[in-house]
C-alpha cells in the first residue's frame, strides 16, 4: 500500500484502474464479511473471534488505501501555481481527465467554479480546458483528414466519419445507459421483493427484518448506480455531440475558403450560415438523446416482461391501449410540425416588416406614415401570428390530455382485465400487485413518449447532415490555375514537384507571367466562351501596370484569374512572392482602423506612419475620438466610402507584400484625394514603387505616369505597352485619350462659369471617362494639360463627396460647419453599448407578467394547477384503499373503479382545461400587450435613440426575444410548476402516509434549496457567457464569407481558420462547463432522491419489525409511500432546470419592457394646429422659416451641433445649404422635422413643414 501510493505521487494523479481495484476489493471484502456475520448470527458454525477482526482490519486497511489512492496532493516537482484552489489555470490539463475516480463520478472537480463565482464574476478566462474528445483544435483536424479520406474513397459519408471520430465516447454512452435502463427496472422488482416481505408480517411465519434491511441496502445500491450510469451516460453523449459540432462548424469554414466562385454563387452567406448554425445545433441535439434509438425498445421489452409477470397476460390490455395511441402522436406531431411552419413564415414576414420600418424610420417620420406602417405590422401579428399562436396552444391541450389520461386508461384497464379474468386464478389485485405494477407502467410511458421524438430529431438530423455533406462536397478552388513561387524563385509545381524560376524560364526581375492563358467563371465550353481569352502579359519588379478598358471588359476578373479564382483552361501563370489585394469594394472588418490595417502583423510604428500619411488617413483618424483605435462598425459603417477605400490600400501597402493587385482604388476617392495616394502609394515616387503593381483603373489621367499600360476589350488584350508608344500607334488608345480630353475640357469650362471656386485644371471625369471616351463619336484633339498633377495636399481635408458639378440658382446660401466630435459620445463611441442586468430578476417583472395574463385568468391558472395535482395524489391513495380492501376479502371492484375512472377523468379534464388557459389565453394577452407596447414606443421614440442604436438590436427584441416570451415562458412556466406541485405533493402525502419521513424531508428541502440557490447563481453566468461567446461566432463567419477573396489573396487562411477556432472554442469551453454544472447538481439531487427511497424503505422495515399493529405499517403504505418517493426522483433536477430556465426566459420580457419604455418625441403642435381641419384645406398657402440665435444637439450629452444659427426664409424663397470639410450641411433640414434635441438655446419658427 504504501509502495503504491509512493508510485503515484510521481504522477499529476492517480492511476484510475488502480482506484477501481480497490474499490471492487471492497466490495468482495463486504460480501464475504457479510456472509461471516450472518453465519455467526446464526451460530451454523462456530468462528474464531479474531478471525472476524482480522476480516474487520483487512477492511479498515482497503478504506484506507482506496482513501490515500483518490487524494490527489499537490505535486512538488510541478509549478505550486497549477494546483492553486483560488484560481482555476485553464493552461493545466482538463480536470474531468486528470481526477479521481469518484470525483469524475460526482463531478465534484467543477466545484472551484462554483466557489469561484461565491466571491466574483466569472469570465471566459474561468473555463475549463475541454478533454480531448471535443477539444475544437484535435476534433477539427481529425474530422477534416478524415473527411478527406472518405472524399478519396469516393464514399462520401459524413456519418462514418463521426463514427470514426467518437466511437470511442458513443460506446461507453450506450454502456452507462444500458446499466441505467437495468438498474432502473431493478426498482420494481426491488419493491415486490419488499413488499412481499411486508405481507409476510400478516402471516403466522415473518421473515428476518434483516431481509426487509437487505430489500433496503440493494435498492439504495441500484439507485446509486443508476444515477451514476445516467449522469455518465449524458457526460459521454455530451462530449460527442460537442465533438461533433465543432467538427461539422470548422469543417463548413475551412470549406468557405476553399469555395469556387460557381459554389459561392450557388451558396450565399445566408445558405452557409444556416448549415453551420441550424443544421448543426439539430445533428448537435439529436446526438444527446441518439441511445434512445435502441434504449426505448429495450426499456418497453424490459416493462412489458415486468409487466407480464406481474399480471400476466392482462398486461397485454395496456400495451395495446399505448400502441393504438401512437398514431395519434404521430398525428399530432404533424400538426404541430404545420403550425409550426406557418408560425415561422408568419414571424419571418412581421420581422421584415419591421426592419424595412427601422430601415426608413427617418422617412417615415418625415412624411408622417407612422399610423399605417404600424397598421401593417399589426395586421401580420394579430391577425396571423398570433392565431398560430392559438393554434398551437390548443393542440398542446389536446397532446397533454392524452399524456395524462394514457397512463390512467392504461391501469384502469390493465386492473379491470386483472379482477374480472384473472383474480381468482391468480390471486385478489393486493398491494403488491398495483404498486408494482403501477411502477411499471410509469416505466413504461417514459420510451414510449421519448421515442417518436426522438425518431422527429433522427430525421431532421439527417436532413441536416445531407445538406452539410452536399456542402462539403460542392466544388473547390483549381489548385492547378497558378503556380506560386516565393521572391527567389522557388516554389511547388502543378505536378507537386519542386520547381524554380530557371525551369520556367522565367526572368529574375519578373514577377507576374500570364501566357496564353484562358479563364471562365463558370467553365462550361459547350455553352459560352471564356471570360478572359489568350492573354499574355508580365510584369517586372517595380512596374506598374495600368489596366484600361469599358465597364464589362474584364479587368475586375482579370485580377481574379491572377488570384487563382477563376478557372484556367489553357496557358499558364506565374507568380513570385506575396500578393496584396485591393478590391474594388474594400472589405473592412469589425475592429478598429489599425487593426484593419495591420491585418494579424506586428505592430510597427515607424512604418504604420508612413503609410497611414501615404494613405492620406491622418486627418481622418484626427478626427476620430480615440484616433486610429476607435472601432469602426460592422462593413465600415462609421465610414465614408473614400475613407473605406483608403483604409483598404493602407492594409495593401503595410503587408509588405511583393506584387500588388490594385481594382480601381481611385474610384471612390475624389480628385485632390487621389493625385496624393498615386504621388505617395502608386506612382513612381511612391511608398510601392519598388513593387509589381497592377492598377485596374478608369482615371486615364494617371496613364501616363505608368510604366506600361494594357487595353481590354471583351475579355481579350487589345494591345500593351508604354503610354507614348500606345498613343502613337494605338488608334483604339488614341482616341481614348483624345475624346477623355474633350470631355476632362468641358468638364472645367462649365465649372469654371457654374460655380464661384473651379475645380482645378486636372480634375479628372474619374468615374466613366473610359465608357464615354471608347463610346464617344467625338474628334476633338484637345489633351488636357498635366503640368500640375502632383499638387500638394499639405493642407487637405477629405472632400470625397464633392461633385465637380453645382446647381446653377442659388437664392440663398447657409454655410454650416460642424464639428465630427459632436456625433459621437465623449469617450468615443458612437453606438450605445447594450444595457444588460446582472443578478437575480426582479420579482415585479413576475408581477407585471401575470398582469399581461390577466390576473383572473393566472389565478384560475394557479386553482387547476393545484387541483389537478392534488388528484394525482388522491389516485394512488385510492389504490391503496381498493388494495388493502381486496386483501380484507372485500370485493367492490366496480365502486372503486368507478372512482378511480373519475379521478382520472376529471384529471385530465382539468389539465386540459389549465393548459388551454395558459397557452391559447394567458400566453396570447400577455404576447398581444407586449408587443403592442413595445411597436408603439419604438415608432415613437426621436431620431437619436435610432442613430445610437443598432438595428439588429432592435430587431432583436422583435424577434429572439419577442418568441422567447410567445413561446417559451409559458412552457417553462408550466413545466416548472408541474414538478414543484408534484415534489410538494408526493412529499405532504408521503408525511401522512409516513410521519417518520419528516425527520428526512426536513434537511432534504433545504439540501434542495440551496442546491437550487448554487445551480441558478453559476447557470445564469454561464448562459450569459454562452450567449456572449456565440455571437462572435456567426459574426466572425458572415465577416468572412464577405472578404473571402481578400483573406485568400493575403494567404491568411490560416489566421483567420485559427480565428474561428479559438471562438468556437471559447463558446464550447462554456458550453461543456454548462454541462458539467447540470451533472453536478443532477449527481446530488439523484443521491438525494437514492437515500429518500432508502430512508422510506428502512424505516418501514424497522417499524414493521418494532410494531406488530398492521394499521401503522402495510403493504399499502410502503408502496404508496414508494409510488410517491419514484414520482419525485425525476421531478428534482428538472424542477431546478425549469426553475432556472424561467429565470433565464424572463429577462425576455424585462428587455421587452425597456424599449416599450422608451422617452417620445417632443413633438407639441401649436394651438389649433392638429385640431382645425380647415388649416389641411388651404395647405399650401405660404410658408416662412426663422432661426434666431439656435443651437442644438444630436442627443443629450453631446456638443452642440449648430451653434447661434440665425437666418430667415420667407415666403417664395428658396434656400441653400452647402457645407465644408465633409461635414454634415442636413442637420438644419433635420431638426425642422424634429430629428434633433434642443438644448434651450434660441427658437425657430416656421409654417407647417
Not at 205 to 213: E, Q, S, V
Not at 934 to 953: E, Q
Amino acid at each position: 500500500m504504501i509502495i503504491l501510493q509512493k508510485n503515484d505521487a510521481s504522477f499529476f494523479t492517480s492511476s484510475k484502474l488502480s482506484q477501481l481495484y480497490w474499490f471492487f476489493n471492497i466490495l468482495s471484502f463486504l460480501v464475504v464479511l457479510n456472509t461471516k456475520c450472518r453465519l455467526l448470527f446464526y451460530s451454523l458454525f462456530n468462528f474464531e473471534i479474531y478471525t472476524l477482526i482480522s476480516n474487520i482490519l483487512a477492511q479498515v486497511c482497503l478504506l484506507l488505501s482506496l482513501s490515500l489512492q483518490n487524494y490527489d496532493s499537490p505535486n512538488p516537482f510541478l509549478p505550486a501555481q497549477e494546483f492553486s484552489p483560488n484560481s482555476i489555470n485553464f493552461k493545466t490539463p482538463p480536470p474531468e481527465e486528470n481526477s479521481n475516480i469518484f470525483s469524475i463520478t460526482t463531478y465534484s472537480w467543477i466545484y472551484p467554479l462554483i466557489k469561484l463565482r461565491s466571491k466574483r464574476k466569472i469570465s471566459n478566462d474561468d473555463m475549463y480546458t475541454l478533454p480531448k474528445v471535443s477539444d475544437t483544435p484535435i476534433v477539427s483536424e481529425n474530422f477534416w483528414s478524415m473527411w478527406l479520406e472518405e472524399r478519396k474513397s469516393n464514399r462520401n459519408s459524413l456519418l462514418m466519419v463521426i463514427i470514426k471520430n467518437f466511437s470511442g465516447s458513443m460506446l461507453i454512452a450506450a454502456f452507462c445507459k444500458f446499466i441505467n435502463d437495468i438498474s432502473q427496472f431493478m426498482l420494481p422488482i426491488l419493491l415486490k421483493y419488499l413488499l412481499d416481505f411486508v405481507s409476510t408480517y400478516s402471516s403466522d411465519t415473518p421473515l428476518d427484518p434483516l431481509i426487509g434491511i437487505y430489500y433496503a441496502f440493494a435498492m439504495l445500491l441500484f439507485s446509486l448506480i443508476r444515477s451514476v450510469a445516467l449522469n455518465q451516460h449524458f457526460n459521454h453523449n455530451n462530449f460527442t455531440a460537442m465533438g461533433v459540432r465543432a467538427g461539422l462548424i470548422s469543417n463548413i469554414y475551412k470549406k468557405s475558403m476553399l469555395l469556387s466562385n460557381k459554389s459561392r454563387a450557388k451558396y450565399n452567406s445566408g445558405d452557409i450560415i444556416n448549415r453551420m448554425s441550424v443544421d448543426s445545433q439539430r445533428i448537435y441535439e439529436f446526438i444527446q438523446y441518439s441511445q434512445n434509438i435502441w434504449s426505448s425498445p429495450f426499456q418497453v421489452i424490459l416493462a412489458l416482461y415486468l409487466s407480464f409477470v406481474t399480471l400476466g397476460w392482462s398486461a397485454i390490455v395496456g400495451l395495446i391501449i399505448m400502441i393504438l395511441f401512437i398514431p395519434l402522436n404521430a398525428m399530432f406531431t404533424g400538426w404541430v410540425q404545420k403550425v409550426q411552419e406557418e408560425q415561422m413564415q408568419n414571424k419571418d414576414s412581421r420581422v421584415r416588416l419591421t426592419q424595412e420600418s427601422l430601415q426608413g424610420i427617418k422617412i417615415i417620420k418625415l412624411y408622417a406614415w407612422e399610423t399605417p406602417f404600424l397598421e401593417r405590422i399589426r395586421s401580420v401579428r394579430n391577425n396571423l401570428e398570433l392565431v398560430s399562436l392559438k393554434q398551437f396552444g390548443v393542440i398542446s391541450v389536446y397532446q397533454s390530455i392524452i399524456y395524462v389520461f394514457i397512463p390512467f386508461l392504461v391501469t384502469l384497464l390493465s386492473f379491470a382485465t386483472y379482477a374480472i379474468f384473472d383474480g381468482k386464478s391468480r390471486g385478489p389485485l393486493n398491494s403488491n400487485l398495483i404498486f408494482v405494477s403501477v411502477a411499471s407502467f410509469n416505466l413504461l410511458q417514459f420510451p414510449l413518449i421519448i421515442m417518436p421524438y426522438t425518431l422527429n430529431m433522427l430525421i431532421e438530423a439527417k436532413i441536416g447532415l445531407e445538406r452539410i455533406r452536399e456542402y462539403l462536397m460542392s466544388e473547390e478552388l483549381e489548385n492547378n490555375t497558378i503556380t506560386r513561387l516565393d521572391i527567389d524563385g522557388n516554389g511547388i509545381g502543378l505536378d507537386g514537384n519542386p520547381i524554380n524560376a530557371e525551369q520556367l524560364e522565367l526572368n529574375e526581375d519578373v514577377l507576374v507571367s500570364v501566357k496564353n492563358a484562358n479563364f471562365w467563371w463558370d467553365y462550361n465550353p459547350a455553352e459560352s466562351k471564356p471570360t478572359l481569352s489568350n492573354v499574355s502579359f508580365s510584369v517586372k519588379n517595380g512596374e506598374l501596370l495600368s489596366v484600361v478598358g469599358k465597364v464589362g471588359s474584364g479587368k475586375s476578373s482579370l485580377l481574379h484569374s491572377l488570384l487563382g479564382e477563376m478557372s484556367k483552361s489553357a496557358g499558364s501563370v506565374t507568380i513570385r512572392g506575396k500578393i496584396a489585394y485591393v478590391p474594388q469594394q474594400p472589405w473592412i472588418m469589425n475592429c478598429s482602423a489599425r487593426d484593419n490595417i495591420l491585418f494579424g502583423l506586428d505592430y510597427d510604428p515607424e512604418f504604420y506612419s508612413k503609410v497611414v500619411f501615404a494613405c492620406c488617413l491622418e486627418h481622418d483618424f484626427s478626427l476620430l475620438p480615440n484616433g486610429d483605435k476607435s472601432e469602426i462598425g460592422e462593413k465600415g459603417t462609421n465610414l465614408s466610402g473614400g475613407q473605406k477605400a483608403r483604409l483598404g490600400l493602407a492594409r495593401a501597402v503595410y503587408s509588405r507584400s511583393d506584387v500588388y493587385l490594385l481594382d480601381d482604388p481611385l474610384s471612390a476617392v475624389d480628385v485632390h484625394v487621389g493625385h496624393h495616394l498615386f504621388k505617395h502609394v502608386l506612382g513612381p515616387e511612391g511608398l510601392l514603387k519598388s513593387k509589381a503593381r497592377i492598377l485596374c483603373t478608369n482615371a486615364i489621367s494617371y496613364l501616363r505616369h505608368s510604366d506600361s499600360v494594357l487595353l481590354l476589350q471583351d475579355g481579350v488584350v487589345l494591345d500593351q505597352g508604354d503610354f507614348p508608344t500606345l498613343l502613337l500607334n494605338n488608334t483604339i488608345f488614341s482616341k481614348l485619350i483624345e475624346d477623355y480630353g474633350s470631355i476632362a475640357s468641358h468638364i472645367d469650362s462649365q465649372t469654371d462659369s457654374e460655380t464661384d471656386q473651379p475645380v482645378s485644371e486636372n480634375a479628372s471625369y474619374d468615374g466613366s471617362s473610359v465608357d464615354d471616351a471608347l463610346e464617344s463619336t467625338k474628334n476633338n484633339t484637345e489633351v488636357n494639360s498635366e503640368s500640375n498633377f502632383f499638387e500638394t495636399c499639405d493642407d487637405f481635408k477629405d472632400t470625397d463627396s464633392v461633385h465637380p458639378l453645382s446647381f446653377q440658382r442659388k437664392n440663398s446660401v447657409l454655410q454650416v460647419d460642424l464639428d465630427q466630435e459632436s456625433v459621437f459620445s465623449n469617450d468615443g463611441v458612437l453606438i450605445e453599448e447594450e444595457t444588460s442586468k446582472t443578478g437575480s430578476v426582479d420579482r415585479k417583472i413576475y408581477l407585471e407578467y401575470m398582469k399581461y395574463c390577466g390576473i383572473f385568468y393566472f389565478l384560475f391558472f394557479i386553482v387547476a394547477f393545484i387541483i389537478s395535482e392534488a388528484l394525482v395524489v388522491l389516485s394512488v391513495v385510492w389504490l391503496k384503499y381498493w388494495g388493502l380492501s381486496n386483501e380484507s376479502g372485500q370485493n367492490y371492484l366496480f365502486y372503486y373503479l368507478g372512482i378511480f375512472s373519475l379521478i382520472g377523468f376529471f384529471y385530465s379534464l382539468l389539465v386540459g382545461l389549465r393548459q388551454y388557459v395558459l397557452m391559447s389565453v394567458c400566453a396570447v394577452r400577455a404576447s398581444k400587450i407586449t408587443h403592442e407596447n413595445m411597436l408603439v414606443s419604438i415608432f415613437k421614440s426621436p431620431m437619436s435613440f435610432f442613430d445610437t442604436t443598432p438595428h439588429g438590436r432592435i430587431i432583436n427584441r422583435f424577434s429572439k426575444d419577442q418568441s422567447t416570451l410567445d413561446e417559451e415562458v409559458p412552457y417553462s412556466l408550466s413545466e416548472w410548476l408541474t414538478e414543484l406541485l408534484n415534489i410538494a405533493s408526493n412529499v405532504v402525502a408521503i408525511v401522512f402516509t409516513l410521519p417518520a419521513f419528516f425527520v428526512f424531508a426536513v434537511p432534504a428541502a433545504i439540501l434542495f434549496l440551496k442546491l437550487q440557490d448554487i445551480y441558478l447563481n453559476v447557470s445564469r453566468e454561464l448562459k450569459r457567457l454562452d450567449s456572449v461567446s456565440k455571437s462572435p461566432i456567426y459574426q466572425n463567419f458572415q465577416e468572412t464569407l464577405d472578404g473571402i477573396s481578400t483573406i485568400r489573396s493575403f494567404g491568411q487562411k490560416e489566421r483567420f481558420e485559427g480565428i474561428n477556432g479559438t471562438r468556437l472554442d471559447t463558446n464550447q469551453k462554456v458550453i461543456y462547463s454548462f454541462f458539467a454544472l447540470n451533472r453536478w447538481v443532477s449527481v446530488r439531487l439523484d443521491f438525494m432522491s437514492s437515500f429518500m427511497i432508502f430512508f422510506i424503505a428502512l424505516v418501514s422495515v424497522l417499524l414493521l419489525s418494532y410494531y406488530d399493529d398492521m394499521k401503522l405499517i402495510n403493504s399499502g403504505t410502503i408502496g404508496s409511500a414508494l409510488t410517491f418517493a419514484f414520482a419525485i426522483t425525476n421531478s428534482l433536477s428538472w424542477c431546478i432546470r425549469m426553475y432556472c430556465k424561467i429565470e433565464t426566459d424572463i429577462v425576455s420580457l424585462e428587455r421587452i419592457n425597456e424599449y416599450s419604455n422608451l422617452v417620445s418625441e417632443k413633438f407639441e403642435p401649436e394651438a389649433g394646429e392638429a385640431t382645425d381641419p380647415k388649416m389641411l384645406l388651404h395647405w399650401p398657402g405660404k410658408g416662412s422659416l426663422e432661426f434666431k440665435s439656435y443651437s442644438t444637439v444630436y442627443r443629450e450629452g453631446l456638443k452642440p451641433v449648430l451653434k447661434n444659427l440665425s437666418f430667415d426664409i420667407k415666403a417664395s424663397e428658396k434656400g441653400g445649404v452647402f457645407r465644408q470639410y465633409d461635414y454634415n450641411d442636413c442637420a438644419p433640414h433635420q431638426h425642422d422635422f424634429g430629428f434633433g434635441s434642443d438644448p434651450g438655446a434660441g427658437r425657430w419658427r416656421g409654417s407647417r413643414v
